[in-house]
């Protein structure tokens, strides 16, 4: 047995305290990738994840310890031109040379590396959690206090047990510190709650006693670094080519006429991810202002702006709210707003920016069906009167559903749009698309689009033009899949390419 097989075996020890004591170690392995493996155990009803940690207690914490200070005081921490994966290798060389160069602290031969990074976790990462917060798949980490697993959100199997414990709550407090220090906050008795984001994008909170009543408590929302692109989303049967391609032709407008948007669905149903993906096909020449909450979009675009609201402070000053940011991006000379989440206010404010002219204005809203969208809308506090309400093009309902076969998936189960009609206030709601649950398919109604009608008037092009350009587009989403080209730059190189070739053309 390695000391790393050891070190892994003596963490599934009853230790008194330790949340997974005395359990007959029947996990089945679920899943691995890198260094993570993911295991189903009986009667417990989150599944867990693993990877290899060492345990902040007894021997291997002092080790840790005396290392870090040995290369805090040799070692510069001060600022420097590497970048933080070279500070990384640069700091993991160093460790590994002091331990060579301390042989009284009797670190095992065959664990010298796993000390070193350890070390370098502590200097330059996240310390305990580091591992966690690279790993791509994750979207939350969760330390709820001392002697109880680390939680973990997954991507794919959502809510997780993990393996890294602290033992002490002075080492969460520590990591909260450190992590407040780097954005020159703090948390203390004066502040005890931290609100704030980290350069690479992360978005940190943390509460200390006595307002969180069991210790220290830290809650990271990972910047997925690598999001879900159009092929992606053909690829796991959330949209399909021909539907796709709509909605490209729909987010550029020809360069003409982009439609207004408003992606609609339950809780983490993917409208994030569907907003992300449209709007991926601005083309690069507009400016964008976004507008969010918690910033989550990851956008190819050049001229973008992105705004973050920020929560009242203590007092109770110093709020900037969705409203506030979504009427100052009006005065920027934005030619795309897309509001991350409508819920209040800045719906109003979004619509009257519409009908003053803005066109391509995107953004998500919570509701479980395209006529509840527009209830929504329409009612308080959003409050959009109703002759407003057509001058939003577009309603794609996205929905997560619980497959019997398939687990989780996601859908676009409609795309509909508003057609205004005369006699009546309230506009009409189209179906274009629509999904069929038994077949698993989302397939195109055949009913002739109103807002192609209105694209054809601002392009001169007929709605058979139209029609075929939408078929070319899907020709070319085509081409990507085949080639098996998924990443958000891959795919806008492309993207982005073609439109900047049509505009020549026109
Ligand atoms: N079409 C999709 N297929 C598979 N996973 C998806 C899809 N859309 C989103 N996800 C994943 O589902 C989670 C929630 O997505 P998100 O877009 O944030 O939802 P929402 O904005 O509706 O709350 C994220 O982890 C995201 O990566
Ligand atoms: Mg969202």
């Given at each position: 047995?390695?000391?790393?097989?050891?070190?892994?075996?003596?963490?599934?020890?009853?230790?008194?305290?330790?949340?997974?004591?005395?359990?007959?170690?029947?996990?089945?392995?679920?899943?691995?990738?890198?260094?993570?493996?993911?295991?189903?155990?009986?009667?417990?009803?989150?599944?867990?994840?693993?990877?290899?940690?060492?345990?902040?207690?007894?021997?291997?914490?002092?080790?840790?310890?005396?290392?870090?200070?040995?290369?805090?005081?040799?070692?510069?921490?001060?600022?420097?031109?590497?970048?933080?994966?070279?500070?990384?290798?640069?700091?993991?060389?160093?460790?590994?040379?002091?331990?060579?160069?301390?042989?009284?602290?009797?670190?095992?031969?065959?664990?010298?590396?796993?000390?070193?990074?350890?070390?370098?976790?502590?200097?330059?990462?996240?310390?305990?959690?580091?591992?966690?917060?690279r790993d791509d798949e994750l979207e939350e980490i969760m330390v709820?206090?001392?002697?109880?697993?680390?939680?973990?959100?997954?991507?794919?199997?959502?809510?997780?047990?993990?393996?890294?414990?602290?033992?002490?709550?002075?080492?969460?407090?520590?990591?909260?510190?450190?992590?407040?220090?780097?954005?020159?906050?703090?948390?203390?008795?004066?502040?005890?709650?931290?609100?704030?984001?980290?350069?690479?994008?992360?978005?940190?909170?943390?509460?200390?006693?006595?307002?969180?009543?069991?210790?220290?408590?830290?809650?990271?929302?990972?910047?997925?670094?690598?999001?879900?692109?159009?092929?992606?989303?053909?690829?796991?049967?959330?949209?399909?080519?021909?539907?796709?391609?709509?909605?490209?032709?729909?987010?550029?407008?020809?360069?003409?006429?982009?439609?207004?948007?408003?992606?609609?669905?339950?809780?983490?149903?993917?409208?994030?991810?569907?907003?992300?993906?449209?709007?991926?096909?601005?083309?690069?020449?507009?400016?964008?202002?976004?507008?969010?909450?918690?910033?989550?979009?990851?956008?190819?675009?050049?001229?973008?702006?992105?705004?973050?609201?920020?929560?009242?402070?203590?007092?109770?000053?110093?709020?900037?709210?969705?409203?506030?940011?979504?009427?100052?991006?009006?005065?920027?000379?934005?030619?795309?707003?897309?509001?991350?989440?409508?819920?209040?206010?800045?719906?109003?404010?979004?619509?009257?920016?519409?009908?003053?002219?803005?066109?391509?204005?995107?953004?998500?809203?919570?509701?479980?069906?395209?006529?509840?969208?527009?209830?929504?809308?329409?009612?308080?506090?959003?409050?959009?009167?109703?002759?407003?309400?057509?001058?939003?093009?577009?309603?794609?309902?996205?929905?997560?559903?619980?497959?019997?076969?398939?687990?989780?998936?996601?859908?676009?189960?409609?795309?509909?749009?508003?057609?205004?009609?005369?006699?009546?206030?309230?506009?009409?709601?189209?179906?274009?698309?629509?999904?069929?649950?038994?077949?698993?398919?989302?397939?195109?109604?055949?009913?002739?689009?109103?807002?192609?009608?209105?694209?054809?008037?601002?392009?001169?092009?007929?709605?058979?033009?139209?029609?075929?350009?939408?078929?070319?587009?899907?020709?070319?989403?085509?081409?990507?899949?085949?080639?098996?080209?998924?990443?958000?730059?891959?795919?806008?190189?492309?993207?982005?390419?073609?439109?900047?070739?049509?505009?020549?053309?026109?």
């Amino acid at each position: 047995m390695s000391y790393l097989d050891a070190l892994m075996h003596q963490a599934k020890e009853p230790v008194p305290s330790e949340p997974s004591k005395e359990k007959p170690s029947k996990k089945v392995l679920l899943d691995a990738y890198g260094d993570v493996k993911i295991y189903r155990e009986p009667d417990e009803p989150l599944l867990l994840y693993e990877i290899q940690v060492p345990r902040y207690r007894g021997e291997e914490k002092r080790l840790v310890e005396a290392l870090l200070e040995i290369a805090l005081n040799v070692l510069p921490v001060q600022a420097s031109a590497l970048t933080a994966e070279e500070k990384r290798q640069q700091y993991f060389q160093k460790i590994l040379e002091i331990i060579d160069g301390t042989p009284e602290l009797k670190v095992p031969v065959n664990a010298k590396e796993f000390f070193a990074k350890a070390v370098v976790r502590e200097m330059v990462g996240y310390g305990l959690i580091d591992d966690l917060t690279r790993d791509d798949e994750l979207e939350e980490i969760m330390v709820i206090g001392k002697q109880k697993p680390v939680y973990v959100y997954h991507r794919k199997y959502e809510m997780m047990r993990t393996n890294v414990v602290f033992y002490d709550d002075g080492d969460i407090r520590n990591l909260a510190d450190r992590i407040a220090r780097a954005v020159n906050r703090r948390v203390d008795l004066q502040a005890p709650l931290l609100d704030a984001r980290l350069p690479d994008g992360t978005r940190v909170n943390a509460t200390i006693p006595p307002i969180s009543l069991d210790g220290t408590t830290i809650t990271l929302r990972k910047f997925k670094k690598d999001p879900l692109t159009v092929i992606d989303l053909i690829r796991y049967g959330t949209i399909n080519f021909d539907a796709a391609a709509f909605l490209w032709l729909a987010s550029d407008g020809m360069g003409a006429f982009p439609a207004n948007v408003v992606i609609s669905g339950g809780t983490a149903s993917g409208k994030t991810t569907t907003l992300n993906m449209l709007s991926a096909f601005v083309p690069n020449s507009e400016r964008i202002v976004s507008i969010e909450d918690t910033a989550e979009l990851n956008l190819p675009l050049q001229h973008w702006i992105r705004l973050e609201v920020r929560p009242p402070g203590l007092e109770g000053s110093g709020e900037v709210s969705m409203d506030d940011l979504v009427k100052n991006s009006i005065r920027m000379r934005p030619d795309r707003i897309i509001v991350g989440e409508i819920r209040g206010q800045e719906g109003y404010t979004m619509f009257a920016a519409m009908n003053t002219g803005h066109r391509g204005v995107m953004g998500t809203l919570h509701a479980n069906s395209a006529k509840e969208t527009l209830v929504r809308l329409t009612s308080p506090p959003i409050n959009v009167p109703l002759s407003m309400l057509s001058s939003l093009n577009l309603i794609i309902m996205q929905n997560r559903i619980h497959d019997r076969r398939k687990g989780t998936i996601r859908r676009i189960t409609e795309i509909g749009e508003l057609v205004p009609s005369e006699e009546l206030a309230m506009p009409s709601l189209q179906i274009l698309y629509q999904w069929d649950p038994v077949q698993d398919v989302l397939s195109s109604t055949g009913l002739s689009s109103f807002y192609l009608q209105l694209l054809s008037r601002y392009t001169g092009l007929s709605q058979d033009d139209l029609l075929r350009e939408v078929q070319v587009r899907a020709g070319v989403l085509e081409q990507l899949s085949k080639q098996g080209i998924r990443s958000l730059e891959g795919v806008s190189d492309v993207t982005q390419n073609y439109l900047a070739k049509s505009r020549l053309k026109v």
